[in-house]
Structures are given as structure tokens and as C-alpha cells.
């Protein structure tokens, strides 16, 4: 009896550490932004509310998603606008071009060393400490010492294309901002992908080649309809990661507002909601606003995750690199 | 149809020699089995005649095309995997059509094509099925109508009845063999099942670690055995062995001395053999012996140690000095196990090989 009633507590013994962590770091945040959210708490207020969490400075209102939803913002549609590109663009990239690119590494390039060549290069900006990677891409793009410029004008880009200010002059910032974090995440998918690729039995392509195809018809009839689910599932990972992203546009431009960048982000449009969200909160001290913004990424989240468990079923999502075969 | 000439090829993977040196040829129309135990080189060869594999070295002909370097697509080649192979994801009538599709064969064409074969080997009622939802039998038979709606020149079987229960497998030997010879494709059939090989092919190649042993017909290889694997992998229960030597008796016989016991042989085939070799390997079949209660000439002495019913014959273990000899015969006298008895050979039907290169003697 008491045998089995250790069995039992044991796994929350050991659980108990990151339940707490969770709890600490997860739950209790969400629950202070929902609050938040339906406060005016701000600059002002904010003593106050440290002092004693109920005082009667701090006011219950839906003010703050009269300004998201109702107009009362007018910059907030324009970061809808943006965050549509910066999701939308990268998930490109991250889901589609890394399928492509992993087609390539893992059954086009036979060539063991050149396949493992292609793989790291695509995992580095993943292992650089993102700090050292938004750095390493602000001296890269920096107009009079960088180097793509240059490079750009050797491969006969003409002079009066390249912008004076990669960061500032849209569309130019648009475009940094999806490459940069482009390529940051491809090798997620391509990680998922590459596995799966892996997983599928060498008897299926070597069929495909006997019945005829060529190698793109084997990568187009047969490895690309096998991986519908290792697919659905690096799009649906990927669109809600990078509706939370915003850590290396963050460090590249700044979290503009009324800070110290002075809306560098914001004039290079480059202003993600998740970013919008955070400057609010700590360049402009609008604690309350902030809050109700995040919520309504929260909302998203949630509505999408609902969405893909409908879509995928809980098995399936937790099995990523599935192959159907 | 063609001729499929593999001259001297090789294949290695790094430091493994998968196949070495194999010389082999399959006639217009002809059904060749590769036979061999696992691990010796079947699929490698296959593959190899498929196009998959590019050979380490040697060259494969198709009649006299030198095909060597060609791509599977430019070959023609109809090929059923081991696993089947089957597009998980495409319908029967879609794997089916999928070559024809490559070959961008008209649509009404590809259907009539891909019915006719589904009508062949009777699974024209599973068109709209998926390979999952398939038995083996009818799996195996899906990728045996993948291969042949594309109407290939070489047909390719790796094991294609290895995951077939005992009674279907039977079943479709006869099948396959008869719609070989109705469409005269030239086919190369792999198997590691000697009956399989023994029922179905024109002739076989018995393979082993990556070397050609021995390319005759069934009959060849079960009476002139090349050497001491062909002679074991053939035949079942496989043929008895013995070491010994040749020697020759004060008068001028000859006598096979194994230890346990001593077998006279004739003048002419003892001079034969000891001009050959003196140390050698004596061979002969479970079913080329006779049991008798009494000394016969040509027999060996031993005693009855199990009797196996097999329903139709029994085989009798026979225990001679500390060595075992199978012998196949009929039902009938009463064994005792314990029991003396004698083996009588069938002096034309004993082979001899040389104990040192295993080659056949005679
Ligand atoms: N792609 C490969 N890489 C390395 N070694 C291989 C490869 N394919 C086959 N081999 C080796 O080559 C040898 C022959 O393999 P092969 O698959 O041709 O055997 P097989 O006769 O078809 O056996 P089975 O009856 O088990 O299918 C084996 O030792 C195998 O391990
Ligand atoms: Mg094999």
C-alpha cells in the first residue's frame, strides 16, 4: 500500500521543480496580464500599485481594448499590417524554402560532405547566442563598413538600388527583418524535415526511380506527399513562435517608442505586435495598454492552438517527424 | 525483350564486397532465379540491373547496349521490391498508372492499360484502395501489376512471395511462373528458397558471399552440383557429407576411409578421384540411399538414431562412428532406434569433392 502510494507521488516528486518553474513563469504571468489588461496601471499609477496591490489609484476599465479594437490607437492597424508581413513572410521561409532546402541536404546532394556543409550553415545562426547574431547582422548591414553592400554591388546589383540605410528606409528594413529571422528558423524545419526525409524507406524512392521518375519527380510525387504532417506541423509551430517573436528585431532595432531608439522600429516598419506590446510596456511605461494587447495575441494563440488540435488531433501533434507510410 | 549480360561486375560498399566478379547471363524471354542465402548479394544485384546501383566495376548489357551508366528511367526495367514498395499515399490504380504517367502516356491509354493488368492478376476490384488497406497477397500483387503495366523489357523479383503464408505462396509460384512464360519478359527472380528457384526457373544462379557459385538449370544443379555450397544449398533434407581420403587396397581397389568406417568404390572412379585429389569430401543425397537389414555391397554400417515422419516419407537418422547421415525412404519396415541397419549408396549418384577447394571431383 504505501509502496504503491510512493509509485505514485515519485513522478510528481520529480516533476514538482518545473511544475513550480511553470507555475512561476507561466501561470501567474498570464493570470497579471489578464488583470492588467482591464487596468489603466501605467507610469503614474505605478508606485502606488507596487506599494499595495488593491490600491484604488489603479482603475478597472475596458479602455485599453477600446484603443486596440475600436480606433483609439490609429498606429495599431499599421502593426497589423506588419505583423501579417513578418508572420506571413518568414513562415515562408521557415516552412516553405527549409522543405526545399531540405529536399536538397537530404536526398538531392549525395555528396555526404557538401550535405553536411549545407546543414551547419544553416544551423549557426541557431547555436550563435542571439546577441552575437544581431550584432554580427547590424556591422553586416552597416552602410559605410558593412559588407553587403559591397557584396551586393559585385554581383551587379546597380548603386541606385541599395538603400543608404538598411535598417531605416523601408522596404529594405521589411526585407531585413524576414531574411534575418528567416534564417534564424529555418533550421527548425529543416531539422523536422531532414528526419522525416530520413524516415522515409529508401525501397519507396528507389521504386519511384525504377517506375521513371526523375529525382524533382521522386522530391514532387513521392517525398513531398509524405510529409504532409511533418509539414502542417512546422507551419502551425512556426506561426504561433513567431507571433511571439520579436527578440531579434528587438535587438537590431530597438524597441522604439518614446525609449532611447526614439522609434527606430516603428519608423522602419518593422513594429511587430509582440514588439508593439513590449514597447508600450517599457519604453512608454503603459502597463495596462500593454497588457491588453498581449492578451489579445494570448486569445490568438489559444484560438489557433484549439485550431490545430481539431486540425491534427493531440497524437499527432506530438509526434512531429512522422512519415505516413 | 532482351538479353541482360552482366560482364565481370563488382559491387562495394566502402570495405564491404557485396558482389564480386559476377559473370552472368540471362536469355530473351528466360526465367533466372538468384539464389542464395541472406546477405549474399541478391538485391545488390538486382539493383545493380535496375540501374540504383552503379557498379563498383564491370559492365551490365542490355542485349548489346552497354547500359552501365544509364539512369533506371532510360532502361525499361520492371522491378517488385522485397517490402513492395507500394506509394502509401496514392491508390492501387495510382500506383499502378504512375510509371505510364512518367512515361506521359495518354490518359485513355494508361487506362486501359492499368485495367487490363488489374484484370490479369485479379485485382480489379481494388482500384480505389489504398496499399494499407491491403493483404500482403494483394499487395504483392499490386506491385507486380506497377511492374508490368509499364511493359518492361527486364522484370525484376526481389523475394516477391517472402511474406506470403505457405498455401498462397504456393499458389502464386505457379501463377507467376505462367504469366512469365505468357508474356515472355526476360526475368531475373530473387529468392533464398531453393524450392522456389527449383520450381519456377529456366535456370539458376546460386550466389554466395558476393560469388557466382554455380548458373545451370535446376536439374544440372541438383545432379552436378559445382562445388560443396551448391551441393548442401540444393536439395532438402541437404546431402550427406564425410570427410576422408582415397586409398588403394593391397590388390588394387580403392576404398574411400573416413575413420568410422571404410567404402569401396569402384576401380575406374576410385583411379579417377585419387588422380585428382586424396583428400576429399564425400557427398550423397538422403534420397539416393536404401535402408537394408543386411551387409550389401556398397554400404555403410550404422545404427537407426531418430525416424522423422514427414507423412509421405520418413526421414531416418542414421548414426555412423559419431556422425549423422539423413536418409529419405518410404514408410514401411519398422525402425527401432538403436536398430543396426546399413546404408546402401548409389555408386553413380555419390559425388567427390576436393576437401581443400570444395570443387566438385566428380
Ligand atoms: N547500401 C548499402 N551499404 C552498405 N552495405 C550494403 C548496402 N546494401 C547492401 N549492403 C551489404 O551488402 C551485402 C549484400 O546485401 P544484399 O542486400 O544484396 O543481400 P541479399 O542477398 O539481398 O540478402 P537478403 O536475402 O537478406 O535480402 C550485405 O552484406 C549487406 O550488408
Ligand atoms: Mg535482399
Known amino acids: 500500500m504505501a509502496k504503491g502510494l510512493g509509485r505514485k507521488a515519485l513522478p510528481w516528486l520529480f516533476l514538482a521543480p518545473m511544475l513550480a518553474l511553470i507555475a512561476l513563469s507561466w501561470i501567474a504571468p498570464l493570470f497579471l496580464t489578464v488583470y492588467l489588461g482591464f487596468t489603466d496601471l501605467s507610469i503614474k499609477n505605478f508606485l502606488a500599485f507596487i506599494r499595495n496591490f488593491f490600491t484604488e489609484k489603479v482603475h478597472i476599465t475596458i479602455d485599453n481594448f477600446r484603443r486596440v479594437f475600436m480606433g483609439g490607437d490609429p498606429y495599431i492597424s499599421e502593426v497589423f499590417k506588419v505583423t501579417l508581413l513578418y508572420v506571413g513572410s518568414v513562415l515562408l521561409i521557415n516552412a516553405g524554402y527549409s522543405l526545399l532546402l531540405s529536399i536538397s541536404i537530404a536526398y538531392l546532394v549525395r555528396n555526404e560532405i557538401l550535405s553536411m556543409i549545407l546543414r551547419v550553415s544553416w544551423l549557426i545562426p541557431r547555436i550563435t547566442p542571439g546577441i552575437i547574431y544581431a550584432l554580427v547582422w547590424n556591422w553586416f548591414i552597416d552602410p559605410k563598413y558593412g559588407l553587403l553592400n559591397p557584396m551586393l554591388s559585385a554581383i551587379g546589383v546597380p548603386k541606385a538600388w541599395l538603400p543608404s540605410s538598411w535598417l531605416l528606409d523601408k522596404p529594405y528594413s521589411q526585407i531585413l527583418m524576414i531574411v534575418v529571422n528567416g534564417y534564424i528558423g529555418a533550421s527548425f524545419g529543416m531539422i523536422v524535415y531532414t528526419a522525416a526525409i530520413k524516415s522515409i524507406p529508401p525501397d519507396l524512392i528507389n521504386a519511384a526511380l525504377v517506375d521513371g521518375a526523375s529525382d524533382f519527380q521522386v522530391a514532387r510525387n513521392v517525398i513531398i506527399p509524405l510529409l504532409r504532417w511533418p509539414m502542417l506541423f512546422v507551419t502551425a509551430w512556426q506561426t504561433l513562435s513567431l507571433l511571439a517573436s520579436y527578440d531579434v528585431i528587438l535587438m537590431i532595432w530597438g524597441s522604439g517608442g518614446g525609449g532611447g531608439y526614439a522609434g527606430i522600429a516603428r519608423a522602419a516598419g518593422v513594429m511587430v505586435w509582440s514588439l508593439y506590446s513590449y514597447s508600450k510596456a517599457f519604453s512608454e511605461y503603459m502597463y495596462g495598454y500593454a497588457s491588453a494587447i498581449s492578451l489579445v495575441l494570448v486569445v490568438i494563440g489559444i484560438v489557433l492552438i484549439v485550431v490545430y488540435f481539431k486540425l491534427f488531433g493531440f497524437r499527432r501533434l506530438m509526434e512531429p517527424s512522422r512519415v505516413e507510410v | ?362
Not at chain 2, 552482366?6 to 562495394?12: A, E, P, Q, W, Y
Open chain 2, 1 to 362: 525483350m532482351v538479353k541482360v549480360t552482366l560482364d565481370n561486375v563488382s559491387k562495394f560498399f566502402g570495405k564491404v564486397r557485396a558482389v564480386t566478379d559476377l559473370n552472368l547471363e540471362v536469355g530473351d524471354g528466360e526465367f533466372v532465379a538468384l539464389l542464395g542465402p541472406s546477405g549474399c548479394g541478391k538485391t545488390t544485384t538486382l539493383l545493380m540491373i535496375a540501374g540504383i546501383y552503379r557498379p563498383s566495376r564491370g559492365r551490365i548489357l542490355f542485349d548489346n547496349e552497354d547500359v552501365t551508366g544509364l539512369p533506371p528511367k532510360d532502361r525499361n526495367v520492371g522491378m517488385v521490391f522485397q517490402s513492395y514498395a507500394l506509394y502509401p499515399h496514392m491508390t492501387v490504380y495510382d500506383n499502378i498508372a504512375f510509371p505510364l504517367k512518367l512515361k506521359k502516356v495518354p490518359k485513355q491509354e494508361i487506362d486501359r492499360k492499368v485495367r487490363k493488368v488489374a484484370k490479369l492478376l485479379r485485382i480489379d476490384n481494388l482500384l480505389a484502395r489504398r496499399p494499407g488497406q491491403l493483404s500482403g497477397g494483394q499487395q504483392q500483387r499490386v506491385a507486380l501489376g506497377r511492374a508490368l503495366a509499364k511493359e518492361p523489357d527486364v522484370l525484376l523479383l526481389d523475394e516477391p512471395l517472402s511474406n506470403l503464408d505457405a498455401k498462397l505462396r504456393i499458389l502464386m509460384r505457379a501463377e507467376l511462373k505462367r504469366l512469365q512464360k505468357e508474356l515472355r519478359v526476360t526475368t531475373v527472380y530473387v529468392t533464398h528458397d531453393q524450392v522456389e528457384a527449383m520450381s519456377m526457373a529456366d535456370r539458376i544462379a546460386v550466389m554466395n558471399a558476393g560469388k557466382l557459385q554455380q548458373y545451370a538449370d535446376p536439374q544440372g544443379l541438383y545432379n552436378k552440383p559445382a562445388n560443396l555450397f551448391v551441393a548442401g544449398f540444393i536439395g532438402s533434407p541437404p546431402m550427406n557429407f564425410v570427410e576422408g581420403s582415397i586409398r588403394e587396397d593391397l590388390s588394387g581397389g580403392y576404398y574411400f576411409d573416413a575413420g568410422a568406417f571404410k567404402f569401396k568404390l569402384p576401380k575406374e572412379l576410385g583411379e579417377l578421384i585419387s588422380s585428382k585429389s586424396i583428400d576429399v569430401v564425400m557427398g550423397f543425397r538422403p534420397e539416393h540411399v536404401k535402408l537394408s537389414l543386411n551387409r550389401e555391397e556398397y554400404s555403410i554400417e550404422g545404427q537407426v538414431y531418430v525416424v522423422e515422419p514427414l507423412g509421405r516419407d520418413i526421414v531416418v537418422n542414421v548414426k555412423v562412428g559419431d556422425m549423422l547421415f539423413k536418409v529419405v525412404t518410404k514408410p514401411g519396415v519398422e525402425l527401432r532406434p538403436g536398430q543396426r541397419i546399413w546404408l546402401v549408396l548409389d555408386v553413380d549418384k555419390i559425388h567427390f569433392f576436393d576437401k581443400f577447394n570444395e570443387r566438385a571431383i566428380v
